[in-house]
């Protein structure tokens, strides 16, 4: 069954383009832009031979779409996130120009292996987690709903670290992602901008990739900022003969731009981090003012052709730069820029964790920025003096909602500042907005109540299901055509084959090879043999505490000692995947503890054939697509109301796997939406968690009602995980018997349950199959493009504006601008 990953031809781009032609193409490139033999060609020179003849495909669009917009003047969304975790650009960018199925005959052509090909790019890895990889899901849906669109970010040069387990432990090393070069960017020389931070200037140099939209001629623009001295060196240090301090300066700028900060939910208070934030921002608003004149349209204009949204409070110092452009560069007075700023500028709040809610020492910002500060001093004045009137003798209140945090050490809260400058503020699942309007900014809730609202995530259905999932997506393409690419609601009709024998046994095919697949690169990366018959059960995310890998372990090691009694269970494999933020002690022991438990596990004769667990190193964007096909119990496990919505829950459901859940996050909305019986519920809610604390919490009483658990915990503080060493987890432990703040113990009962019934419902195949079903059919709500739908009508009131093939062509346009 061959993917047809070939849009409507209507709309599909370069329909002449045969595979023979790009395969000319490719030996084009080889040599004129690899300057390669094939004799000499590695895989890689292929690749970029590949990419090139691709991007050669795209720039027609790209250009069409700039000058469209350029001419019409059109309102634009203006993204603004520190993190982009993008994936390889190959293989989507051959899906959305229609490609796929050419460039593989133009491989077979050359004697080449397309996967091989695809697989030798490096990947972007520009984020963290689920926030980053959020935003390349939107850049890609805003392209393919052909909203006008500009994503700004950072080019960092090292992105997330790559992570290696090396005797059960992460160890982590530097990412050089752009060693070999990016056939994908355009730098752009001529946009770049001076930022002043603290003495120093930086410049900002514009690289600019292509985001394609799905079958339409759209190609927006992701600009990330690359920092450059304004100089190479120092002439008067080097003609002095001081070298190193001649090229101090340039060093120090360039460091702006280097390294992406590989926490995930965790605010370090750090300069360089501020330096980042306010680098990319303010290059980002020059930038708009530059393309604002450039179509002559007044600075008051900004608001009417800008919606700013900021992703998270990583961009949030954009509310005091914008004013302080359009008041010290731009003349404009303070109402009038107060207005302009809280009309374009709207806030997505991901995270209710408290510690990455950011602040910034007031010593730190008088440093760095100082004349921010002022404006932000005087944001705040304005802004607490309405309170006050409104709400007198209520100083307790004041104090909660200033921007200035006071306290031995004044801190700016930059959640504080996004909300004030902000007309909307969105949560990014239902749970998780009533929450940020209950809890986080409930005082500023009672003063705006319409500013806040919910606008659940998504995930884009041509990375996530018609690149990863080649097989589904001929299965859907042979079942219900292939317009679930841009409509994802239409997954609904494979509903009337839920109790289609046939069917269902087509449904398993697909996902059995699926699990081959993976089983094959377990083989290969790990060496452990999986069987791909048992259950796949897969936990892949981000290493925290709050998502709980180590309630998953716990449960793992209580199903050992159950087979090892005896006990007659069917076969599972458990998969991990992800990276512990280096400095996070908790987690990397956490990656430890299901390092031992594997150890020990796979070694022993009677598990074999029933249990098996792997922890796949170095999560990515292209691991991903490898894993989430292939799932077939999705952990979404987290202590209810601290994931705010996940989105590796809605890939896995979309792709047939069924989940084992708390009330969390969009957890509840996939429930409700596949059925209560396709999804297997456990733990406390948020409600009654809170009850729970009110009254105290403490673990031991749930742990003194609980044997099972009880014996896997003293199990594992006896070191039979830890070759004896009965030290090594003992912080784990420690916190788990102690505080125990992500309320393990309060649900381990309710999650054994759980997997009894996942167990029981395993053992009816068909059943499992219908299950699995009716969640892919279920979940097309989960597409982003629903959710930027959401954003474009509710938040940014942008409209769609569909570029026409060729307006300009390449020879028609002798040096214009
Ligand atoms: C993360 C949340 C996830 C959510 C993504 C995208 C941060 C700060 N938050 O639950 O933890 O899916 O954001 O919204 O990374």
Not at 168 to 195: C, F, H, K, M
Not at 394 to 422: D, F
Not at 735 to 753: E, F, T, W
Not at 760 to 789: E, H, K, P, Q, T
Request: charged share 20%.
């Amino acid at each position: 069954m061959a993917a047809s990953t070939v849009p409507p031809t209507d709309l599909g781009t370069s329909p002449s383009l045969d595979g023979h032609a790009l395969a000319e193409a490719m030996r084009r490139h080889l040599f004129f832009t690899q300057a390669k033999s094939p004799s000499l060609a590695t895989s890689h020179d292929y690749y970029r031979a590949l990419a090139m003849a691709v991007r050669d495909q795209l720039l027609q669009n790209w250009v069409d779409t700039a000058e469209a917009y350029t001419q019409s003047g059109v309102r634009t969304v203006s993204y603004l996130s520190a993190e982009y975790l993008l994936g390889p650009h190959l293989e989507n960018n051959l899906v959305n120009l229609g490609l796929r199925d050419v460039a593989q005959e133009a491989c077979d052509e050359l004697g080449l292996d397309l996967m091989q090909l695809i697989a030798e790019e490096p990947e972007p890895g520009l984020g963290n987690g689920g926030l980053g990889r959020l935003a390349a899901c939107f850049q890609e849906s805003m392209a393919s709903l052909e909203l006008p669109a500009i994503g700004y970010g950072i080019r960092y040069e090292f992105g997330i670290f790559r992570q290696q387990i090396v005797r059960g432990s992460q160890v982590e090393s530097t990412d050089p992602w752009l060693a070999q070069g990016n056939p994908w960017e355009v730098i752009r020389p001529e946009w770049s901008y001076p930022v002043v931070i603290g003495v120093h200037t930086v410049i900002g140099v514009a690289y600019d990739t292509p985001i394609l939209g799905y079958g339409v001629h759209t190609a927006n623009t992701l600009r990330l900022w690359s920092a450059q001295a304004p100089e190479a060196f120092d002439f008067a240090s080097f003609n002095a003969g001081d070298y190193t301090r001649a090229v101090l300066q340039k060093i120090n700028s360039e460091t702006l731009s280097k390294v992406l900060y590989p926490n995930d939910e965790t605010s370090q208070g750090k300069q360089l981090r501020l330096s980042q934030q306010i680098f990319f921002v303010s290059c980002s608003l020059q930038d708009m003012f530059r393309i604002l004149k450039g179509q002559g349209l007044p600075v008051t204009e900004f608001h009417t052709k800008f919606a700013v949204q900021l992703n998270d409070t990583h961009p949030a110092i954009a509310v005091a730069e914008l004013m302080r452009l359009l008041i010290d560069e731009h003349g404009v007075d303070w109402d009038t820029a107060w207005s302009i700023t809280t009309a374009c500028v709207s806030y997505t709040n991901h995270t209710l964790l408290p510690e990455a809610l950011e602040t910034w020492g007031v010593d730190l910002f008088e440093q760095l920025l100082p004349r921010q500060l002022e404006i932000i001093y005087e944001i705040n004045t304005r802004f607490l003096r309405m309170v006050r009137i409104r709400n007198p003798g209520q100083p307790a209140l004041l104090e909660r909602m200033s921007l200035i945090q006071e306290g031995p050490q004044r801190k700016v809260r930059m959640a504080n500042l996004a909300v004030v400058g902000s007309h909307r503020v969105n949560g990014v699942a239902e749970l998780h907005s009533r929450l940020v309007r209950k809890d986080l900014f409930a005082p500023f809730v009672e003063l705006w109540p319409e500013k806040f609202t919910n606008v659940t995530n998504g995930v884009t259905p041509r990375r996530w299901i018609a690149v990863a999932n080649p097989s589904l997506s001929g299965l859907l393409d042979d079942t219900i055509g292939s317009t679930w690419r841009r409509d994802l609601g239409e997954l609904s009709r494979l509903e009337s084959y839920a109790d289609d024998g046939a069917f269902l046994e087509r449904w398993r095919g697909v996902r059995d090879l699926n699990k081959q697949r993976l089983s094959n690169l377990i083989h290969q990366q790990l060496g452990v043999l999986v069987d791909p018959a048992s259950l796949f059960d897969v936990q892949v995310k981000r290493i925290h505490e709050y998502k709980r890998q180590h309630l998953a372990a716990l449960q793992i090691v209580e199903r050992y000692l159950r087979i090892r009694n005896g006990e007659d269970l069917p076969p599972r494999t458990f998969i991990f995947g992800g990276k512990a933020a280096p400095g996070y002690a908790m987690a990397k022991l956490i990656i430890r503890l299901i390092g031992g438990i594997a150890e020990i596990v796979n070694m022993d004769p009677a598990m074999d054939g029933r249990l098996r667990v792997v922890f796949l190193p170095n999560f990515s964007v292209s691991l991903g697509q490898k894993v989430y096909p292939a799932v077939d119990l999705s952990e979404q496990i987290s202590t209810a109301g601290l994931e705010a919505s996940g989105t590796g829950n809605m890939k896995m459901a979309l792709n047939g796997a069924v989940t084992i859940g708390t009330l969390d996050g969009a957890n509840i909305e996939i429930r409700d939406l596949v059925g209560h019986d396709n999804f297997f519920l456990f733990g406390h809610t948020a409600e009654q968690l809170e009850v729970i604390n009110r009254g105290g919490y403490h673990p031991m009483p749930w742990l003194e009602n609980d044997p099972i658990a009880r014996e896997a915990i003293d199990l594992i503080g006896s070191g039979h995980f830890s070759e004896g060493d009965r030290d090594l987890f003992h912080p784990l432990l420690a916190n788990l018997c102690g505080s125990d703040p992500y309320r393990v113990m309060a649900d381990i009962g309710g999650y054994r349950k759980a997997h009894n019934a996942v167990d029981a419902a395993w053992v009816d195949a068909v059943g499992w199959s219908r299950m699995s079903l009716l969640n892919s059919a279920r979940c097309g709500f989960f597409s982003s493009d629903r959710s930027i739908r959401d954003y474009a009508e509710r938040i940014w009131n942008v409209e769609s504006m569909p570029i026409n093939a060729c307006t300009v062509l390449p020879s028609a346009q002798p040096g214009r601008r």
